[in-house]
């Protein structure tokens, strides 16, 4: 590991080991975040799968309905039942914090309270199969939008997860290495240098006791 382009002096030293500390504190954080970000993000994928599995699984059933309810309806008949809608719904899209990533929050209103409301028309002219196509999708709908919520999760999780890998990957195999390479590096020059000067002064010192004893003589 290259260490990094510095003065080895006591004050960069100082400045390092400081920055060091700082480093490996972040790291930390950082790997703490990361193995909460894939925790949460296991807990979604797994509820995403058995969403998915049970919407497709009454998407299927549905079809099934509004395919026999054409096959024993008239296309004009079928057309009039499903034309106007006495049932509205509004939807509103928010955000929460989790970790760090804002994740979207889906909130439903509808228009009246009645589970009646989802039917446009009345029950004589139309089949049972129509009904139950129609009351399958309703009863479909909040899972449809749990399901877009949480794989819209999923992805700004896995993003996030990413990104946190990378920046715990940057300090743990260069920056943190980088900065212990340089402090040794440093240390050894500063000792190095300490020992030119104690040696320098001792023959600085053995002359002077030379020149003294001389003079003396």
Same mark, same amino acid.
């Given at each position: 590991m290259a260490v990094l382009n510095v003065n080895p002096?006591?004050?960069? !030293?100082?400045?390092? =080991? &400081?920055?060091?500390?700082?480093? @490996?504190?972040?790291?930390? !954080?950082?790997?703490? =975040? &990361?193995?909460?970000?894939?925790? @949460?993000?296991?807990?979604l994928v797994r509820e995403n799968k058995a969403l998915r599995i049970q919407v497709e699984q009454n998407l299927k059933e549905a079809n099934a309905h509004m395919s026999v309810a054409r096959s024993v309806m008239n296309d004009k008949a079928l057309d009039v039942a499903l034309m106007l809608s006495t049932q509205e719904?509004?939807?509103?899209?928010?955000?929460?914090?989790?970790?760090?990533?804002?994740?979207?929050?889906?909130?439903?209103k509808f228009k009246t309270a009645d589970e009646n409301d989802k039917y446009s028309y009345g029950f004589a002219a139309t089949s049972t199969d129509l009904d139950a196509a129609v009351g399958a999708l309703s009863d479909i709908f909040p899972r449809l939008l749990r399901l877009a919520e949480v794989e819209k999760s999923c992805q700004l999780m896995a993003a996030e997860i990413e990104k946190t890998r990378r920046r715990v990957n940057a300090l743990e195999h260069v920056m943190i290495p980088q900065y212990e390479e340089t402090i040794k590096y440093i240390t050894m020059k500063l000792d190095e240098s300490e020992r030119s000067t104690t040696t320098r002064l001792m023959k600085v010192k053995d002359m002077m006791l030379e020149q003294a004893h001389h003079y003396n003589n």
């Open positions: 002096t006591r004050m960069e !030293l100082t400045n390092l =080991k &400081r920055k060091l500390v700082t480093a @490996r504190r972040g790291h930390k !954080l950082l790997k703490d =975040k &990361r193995d909460e970000l894939m925790r @949460r993000f296991l807990d719904m509004s939807l509103d899209i928010s955000e929460k914090n989790v970790m760090s990533v804002m994740i979207p929050v889906f909130n439903t």
